[in-house]
């Protein structure tokens, strides 16, 4: 006879309830963890095997965590045949166990390393301070051979540290896809089916002690639902419960000891005990349940990486990432920010072994030091526009840019690489350090649309100046650049041309429409910024505006503005102007850079004006010059009425945002701009005692009221 799942509640022992999902396969008994002592074969087994590239302190961690060690023992013994699963990956050939039961609270972590948001999290060279540690898995290297492990290295400050950076992944994952990546439910109904693959990583703290756990890789988001089912839904419950069993207190310092350990293995054992007992019960509490599906779990665990040479894989990362995008039919949801910044990770990482750029360097391209020791290590200003500029120095420029560009072709599977795929690519990690800038989705696309890859500064050899004073380099700079220097000519166009992405007088393509009047988001021609920068970098007015928006950019000071100096010889208002020389407003006085609209007008003066005029001729033709009808004068006032409103809001929000770089007196005196509040005050009074009633408000005559 058989029965439904609904008609079990209760006949076969499981408690109705409002909150818990229906069961859908009951929770399994789950053995004691060995004592320590008993696993020693099983040790021995896993270090012997010749396609394990493990030290004693991993294999430790993954023997100490399965609950059926014999079993694991059985899949890697090296006789009759090893069991070990290959997994091939590009460079080269992972080597996991087959599936076997682990117990959740033993050595093992969710994923904080996760790249799925990797160009959101800030560097240590961002002004802002970051809200979250920004580490990086590094692969093991045998003390003794110098070869590598299948073990990740992880360098943080403390335990607090550690446990910080698992709370954040945690609650990152909990609200990733809108909640829709949680699996809490399933994992009530049926416990966890699909293997998690884990890794084993090495966490190294600032005093020198170490402990090792096992990371997730592939099925972090089922982890961590596994905690969350086991504290009522709870994240802030499950990070606790999480950091508290598997790193122990974050008060402590150095690694793990051997009692930590011991007292999380006995809580282990008392967890196990309990829960055969109330699976024996006539009744299957809500406690039982949750208990007993967050046991344990299904793990493959990564144990060997060899290259196709046969030799040791030395990039153990890359290849863990290349493994998890073929375990997803469709790959993760990281967003293409995210994958590039990955990308590019990879590639910064190839190019330090393949000796294309130094250690130093690398240090400066992970984001994992700050201005001051980026001004320690390789001499250039203490500024994150040099951050910028040192990215692009070591993707584009020199001896090394054909290898960098064939490594980044290999990582991303292009034919060839052109400047758009390049900018695209190279963007979120350029501008890493100004990740907590507001509104930097704008300069990234903006990047991404070539940036500041011109033909001088791809491929060619050009230096960064070194120095104390960023402002004195920049002088330093533009006196070479102006003197025909072309390799100045290069790094002001990338210092200058970074500035101007950033602060927004350069955008996409896209970004910006053509106008005929001098306005915010509007340009008298369309340009990418690769040619608008091209167009500058030629002339000597283009050369002093990149230094100036340069200059203005680092000095951070409403009172430091970017000026405007003409780019052509050329007669203005009869008198000649010289190409570099600064423009005048009436007063005599230098011109302020305020809008890309400016900067665009000012590169190419003589196009910018024959694209206005041709705009203002087609706007014309298109009615004639006239007005089909003549234009009744309630009409034409209503006109006159709606845009002078709509200037003046678009006036008001202009001179807002100038306002938060030149401060609040853009808007005139206090007098002025309280006679303007007056007039628009005046204005509304005539509104709404001369204009039309609201047709949908009924008004009651109290008079009729009455006479009935």
């Not at 005599?588 to 190419?604: K, M, P, R, S, T």
């Not at 005029?613 to 009425?641: I, V």
Request: glycine share 8%.
């Amino acid at each position: 006879m058989t029965s439904s799942f609904d008609e079990l509640d209760g006949l076969d022992g499981q408690e109705p309830d409002e909150g818990l999902p229906p069961l859908l396969r009951r929770p399994e008994p789950v053995a004691d963890p060995l004592p320590v002592t008993k696993l020693r074969s099983t040790r021995r087994e896993l270090l012997e095997n010749p396609e394990a590239a493990l030290d004693e302190a991993a294999a430790n961690a993954i023997t100490s965590g399965a609950v059926d060690p014999e079993r694991l023992q059985a899949l890697v013994a090296r006789e009759p045949i090893s069991l070990l699963t290959a997994k091939p990956v590009v460079g080269g050939m992972l080597y996991a166990t087959p599936p076997h039961y682990r117990y959740l609270d033993l050595d093992v972590l969710p994923d904080f390393i996760n790249q799925r948001w990797a160009d959101q999290l800030r560097t240590a060279m961002d002004v802002a301070p970051s809200t979250s540690v920004v580490p990086t898995y590094e692969t093991v290297t045998d003390p003794k051979t110098g070869k590598p492990l299948a073990v990740f290295t992880v360098r943080m400050r403390d335990r607090q540290a550690l446990a910080k950076a698992v709370g954040e992944s945690m609650r990152k994952t909990y609200k990733a896809q809108k909640g829709e990546n949680v699996y809490t439910e399933s994992v009530l109904q049926q416990g966890v089916k699909e293997p998690l693959t884990l890794f084993v990583m090495r966490v190294v703290y600032d005093d020198g002690t170490e402990d090792t756990f096992l990371v997730a890789g592939d099925g972090n988001s089922r982890m961590v639902s596994m905690w969350l089912a086991r504290t009522d839904g709870d994240i802030e419950k499950a990070i606790s419960a999480c950091t508290a069993s598997v790193i122990g207190s974050a008060e402590r310092s150095g690694g793990r000891s051997r009692a930590e350990q011991a007292a999380t293995r006995r809580r282990v054992g008392e967890l196990t005990k309990r829960t055969r007992k109330n699976l024996a019960a006539p009744t299957l509490t809500e406690a039982t349940r949750r208990e007993g599906h967050t046991l344990a779990f299904p793990a493959t665990v990564v144990v060997g990486a060899q290259a196709d040479g046969g030799g040791p894989l030395a990039d153990l990362v890359a290849a863990r990432d290349d493994l998890l995008a073929t375990l997803h039919v469709r790959v993760t949801a990281w967003t293409p920010g995210a994958q590039n910044t990955q990308g590019m990770q990879r590639v910064y990482r190839h190019a330090l072994r393949e000796g294309l750029i130094t250690p130093d360097v690398h240090r400066v391209l992970s984001g994992t030091v700050g201005t001051q020791a980026m001004h320690e290590l390789l001499g250039v200003p203490a500024h994150r526009l040099w951050s910028a500029a040192v990215h692009q120095h070591a993707v584009l420029a020199g001896p090394h840019a054909d290898a960098m560009n064939r490594l980044i072709k290999q990582e991303f599977g292009m034919v060839k690489a052109y400047r758009q795929p390049i900018s695209e690519r190279l963007a979120p990690m350029a501008l890493s350090a100004y990740r907590s800038k507001e509104g930097i989705e704008q300069p990234l696309r903006a990047f991404g649309n070539g940036g500041t890859i011109t033909d001088r500064v791809w491929k060619q050899p050009w230096e960064l100046t070194k120095g104390d004073d960023a402002f004195g380099v920049l002088d330093d700079i533009l006196e070479r650049a102006l003197a025909g220097k072309e390799d100045a000519v290069a790094e002001l166009t990338v210092l200058g041309g970074t500035a101007a992405i950033l602060d927004g007088y350069i955008t996409r393509d896209r970004g910006s429409k053509e106008g005929t009047d001098r306005d915010s988001y509007k340009a008298p021609f369309r340009a990418t910024p690769v040619k608008l920068l091209a167009l500058l970098s030629k002339t000597s007015g283009g050369l002093r505006m990149l230094h100036s928006i340069a200059v203005a950019h680092v000095a951070a000071d409403p009172a430091v503005l970017p000026k405007l100096f003409h780019t052509q010889e050329r007669e203005v208002e009869g008198v000649v102007v010289h190409d570099g020389k600064p423009m005048l407003d009436k007063s005599g006085e230098q011109e302020i850079l305020d809008y890309e609209w400016d900067l665009v007008h000012a590169a190419d003066p003589a196009h910018a004006l024959a694209t206005i005029a041709k705009n203002r001729a087609e706007a014309k033709a298109k009615t004639d010059g006239t007005s089909a009808e003549p234009e009744a004068e309630d009409a034409r006032q209503r006109r006159l009425l709606d845009q002078g409103i709509k200037g003046a809001a678009k006036a008001g929000r202009a001179l807002a945002r100038m306002s938060q770089k030149r401060g609040n007196q853009v808007f005139g005196t206090f007098e002025a701009v309280k006679a303007l509040r007056v007039q628009l005050g005046n204005l509304e009074e005539i509104l709404m005692q001369f204009g039309p009633a609201d047709p949908s408000i009924f008004v009651v005559d109290e008079d009729d009221e009455d006479s009935e």
